[in-house]
């Protein structure tokens, strides 16, 4: 079989690049709507940083008899959550935008929620659902992108089966822990019951 051969003007490849250098990473080849796949990109940097925020409140107010296991996923996917991030704003650098982290509007900017949770059950719920938000919009958005910017559609792949991996983690713990919710807040002792007056007194009735 013939070796498929490799066709292209690389003089001017060359010539474009130095005409272009001010560009960055963007080169003629891209055929993408640059301005709209920034604004997917902040958007789902919105995304990351309440999914970030959110494990992060989950692991710090987590507690209960099973809450030690469930508080290292909670950790764990913080921390991936904010890589995530890291790398979307820099793909939007790469495309000469700015990555937005204001405050103001972030949650309107995000597609999943930023939800507490009433105890430990609830937070994974909110956590898992969150998840599957982001399975959703992360493939659209693949999707739409397609062809015209494979560095930004691998990126978004592999944030997507990460965020996959995710969801399974926190359908697992919903389902090892059932559907009986452990309070947030370690749950206040109970005033030891006061003894019966007649208690030890000797008096027979």
């Known amino acids: 079989m013939a070796s498929k051969p490799f066709l292209t003007d ?16 963007i080169t003629a080849g891209y055929s993408a709507d640059r301005e709209t796949v920034i604004k997917l990109l902040n958007e789902a940097l919105a995304t990351e940083i309440v999914c970030t925020l959110r494990y992060k409140y989950h692991y710090y107010m987590a507690s209960g008899i099973h809450s030690q296991a469930v508080k290292a996923e909670f950790l764990e996917h913080a921390q991936q959550e904010q890589e995530h991030a890291d790398r979307i704003a820099e793909r939007i650098t790469q495309l000469d935008g700015k990555p937005n982290f204001n405050p103001d509007g ?43 910017d494979p560095t930004t559609r691998r990126i978004m792949e592999e944030v997507l089966a990460q965020e996959e991996e995710h969801a399974e983690d926190m359908s697992t713990l919903l389902a090892q822990l059932g559907q009986q919710g452990e309070p947030a807040q370690p749950a206040r002792a109970q005033p030891a019951a006061k003894p019966s007056p007649n208690a030890g007194s000797g008096w027979q009735h």
């Open 10 to 25: 690389i003089e001017a490849i060359r010539k474009r690049a130095r005409e272009h250098i001010d560009q960055g990473a």
């Open 106 to 148: 972030l949650l309107s900017r995000a597609h999943a929620d930023y939800a507490e949770g009433a105890d430990l059950v609830d937070m994974i719920k909110e956590d898992l659902i969150a998840e599957r938000i982001a399975i959703d919009t992360y493939r659209a958005i693949i999707e739409y992108i397609g062809a015209d």
